[in-house]
């Protein structure tokens, strides 16, 4: 097993530019999210998906939508980036929605730096 | 609401000092609690975690005890290694509409030969 893998590692865009974050599992989990990694913050929750065809929103949701159209895959698209962007993306997953102790398996993550 | 509060870091030890990462936390109903570590340019991995009051999570010589009365879950290491040095991360999961971990803002640790 691959794990959760993403795309790209790294990624300067310019302010206004659109992008997708690419995150894909090969673990059949059921749950998949997107935190973002600030310095002194730890990591927020973006989006998150219970299965194919349900996304709902996290604590940090605005300028960022997702769509989850496979078990395996869920990607992150910026609309149109932003300076307060710039961060390190992680993507993770869990194979239960239903047990709070299941472990959540994270991506090596995505930096991102917007001018 | 649900918040985890870790100690501010760097903490700078010398190779085989006695490890401690205070975390403590704020949570409605029954949490699990969890500690992940963050090596140099890579992804979150999961350290430990423990799902009930007095359970202890365990791994790679870390220990941490879910006490329910003190709302902690300290992170210990008998003698730290060089290899060890990395980013932690103590996090809660609780029964809600989103399922997400909350994080706190992590402790670097610095381990000198």
């Known amino acids: 097993n691959a794990g959760v893998t993403q795309t790209p590692k790294f990624q300067v865009l310019k302010t206004g530019q659109s992008m997708t974050l690419q995150c894909a599992q090969d673990?059949?989990?059921?749950?998949m999210s997107w935190y973002r990694q600030d310095p002194g913050m730890g990591l927020r929750l973006i989006h998150y998906?219970?299965?194919?065809?349900?996304?709902d929103q996290g604590e940090v949701p605005n300028g960022y939508n997702v769509s989850r159209s496979t078990t395996e895959d869920f990607p992150l698209r910026l609309l149109s980036a932003a300076p307060s962007q710039t961060s390190v993306y992680f993507c993770a997953s869990s194979y239960s929605i239903r047990e709070v102790q299941e472990t959540q398996y994270f991506g090596p993550g995505t930096r991102l730096l917007v001018l | 609401g649900n918040s985890v509060t870790q100690m501010e870091g760097p903490v700078t030890l010398s190779e085989e000092a006695f490890l401690t990462i205070n975390c403590t936390y704020t949570?409605?109903?029954?949490?699990?609690l969890f500690w992940y570590v963050q090596y140099p340019g890579e992804g979150l991995q999961l350290l430990l975690k423990?799902?009930?009051?007095?359970d202890k999570g365990s791994n790679k010589g870390f220990e941490a005890t879910y006490r329910k009365e003190t709302t902690s879950f300290h992170l210990e290491k008998g003698s730290v290694q060089v290899s060890d040095s990395a980013v932690y991360f103590c996090?809660?999961?609780?029964?809600?509409?989103?399922?997400?971990?909350?994080f706190g803002s992590g402790t670097r640790l610095l381990v000198r030969p």
């Open positions: 998906s219970v299965g194919a065809g349900i996304t």
């Open positions: 949570a409605t109903g029954y949490p699990s």
């Open positions: 423990a799902t009930k009051a007095d």
């Open positions: 996090a809660l999961r609780v029964v809600d509409s989103s399922y997400k971990l909350i």
């Open positions: 673990m059949n989990h059921e749950y």
